[in-house]
């Protein structure tokens, strides 16, 4: 285990925002995580958990270590007729834990295809797509306390996820590392193809579903169409979260919006962000290096040289603007440092 000083993040955040971290440390193995516990450099500095660095904006350098799980390995700890349990560590990339699901025929994991970032990561938010979550499949979180070095695993209840939620990003923030997670897939098709652009998708070109492939297929597609590739142009998917609201906020909106989109979630209503921000004249409006996708109003770009100030002030335009407007307050689904 090697700790680094002055380390530059530039390749390691999507956003491609040149800043550099007082201390950075990569992790191989859990025993280098042990290692690290006892480090000056660890006891005496703010601490940052890095994956893929999709979902984080650095607005300036970070005066602290930055942790990089690398930890690698997918197997199947469990398997009958009916499930498999896959166990991931931490550092996979996430895209890699849905391609082993799908291509042994697995259940479960098909629509969060393409998803930026690693699995250890992913139960951070919640991550979701195509009307799937993370929590629809995952079965357990295996985390280090940072204080103690003593693992822990938490059941899916006990990370209490919510909509980009879990207990990571909130009550336990920076407290625990994850190395590992388990999701529970099916061995037998269970479709779920609602989704209305998935939907359309697979109706206009004819495509008959025979396997999680084929929606993993159609997934990767629809995405790589419409979301800018992070190395040509920097960013970090969605930027902002979909907005949920009542049955009588929705009534007053209709009223002086009667075409707005909505999905109903249990007892809320979900407004698509990038329908607001669109509203607003955002689509493909650009100021100085920062900017929104012109294909996906969700999508906040960097064209080259930005700063991670400049990113945040645009979106503060952005949230402003569409709160002037329809009365509805954005948040940020990226992380800022």
Known sequence: MKISKNYNLTRLNTFGITVHAKFFVEINKETDLKELLTSVEFKNNQKLFFGGGSNVLFTKDFDGIVIFNKLKGIEIIENNSDFVLVRSMGGEKWHD???????????????????????????????????????????????????????????????????????????????????????????????????????????????????????????????????????VLGNTGSF????????????????????????????????????????CG?????????????KQALILVNYGGATGKEIENFSLQ??????????LKLEREVNLI
Request: charged share 30%; net charge positive; with cysteine.
């Open 240 to 279: 902002f979260k979909n907005i949920f609201i009542t049955e009588e906020k929705l009534e007053d909106l209709q009223k002086r919006y009667p075409d707005i989109p909505y999905f109903k979630e249990d007892d809320l209503i979900k407004i698509p962000a990038g329908w607001l921000i669109e509203q």
């Open 318 to 327: 952005v949230i402003n603007s569409v709160e002037d407007k329809f009365g």
């Open 97 to 231: 834990l849905v391609l082993f699901s799908v291509n042994q025929g697995f259940w479960g994991l098909e629509n969060l295809s393409f998803i930026p970032g690693t699995v250890g990561a992913s139960p951070m938010q919640n991550i979701g797509a195509y009307g799937a979550e993370l929590k629809d499949t995952l079965e357990n979180v295996e985390a280090y306390n940072i204080e103690t070095g003593e693992k822990k695993v938490f059941s899916n209840k006990e990370c209490e996820f919510g909509y980009r939620e879990s207990i990571f990003k909130n009550k336990l923030k920076g407290k625990y590392f994850i190395s590992a997670i388990t999701v529970k897939l099916s061995r037998k098709e269970k479709k779920n193809i609602n989704y209305k652009v998935l939907q359309e998708y697979l109706t206009e070109n004819k495509i008959e579903i025979k396997s999680s492939r084929d929606i993993s297929d159609a997934i990767v597609f629809i995405r790589q169409s419409k979301l800018p590739n992070p190395k």
């Open 282 to 294: 955002w689509k493909g409006k650009r100021v100085g290096n920062v900017g929104m996708h012109e």
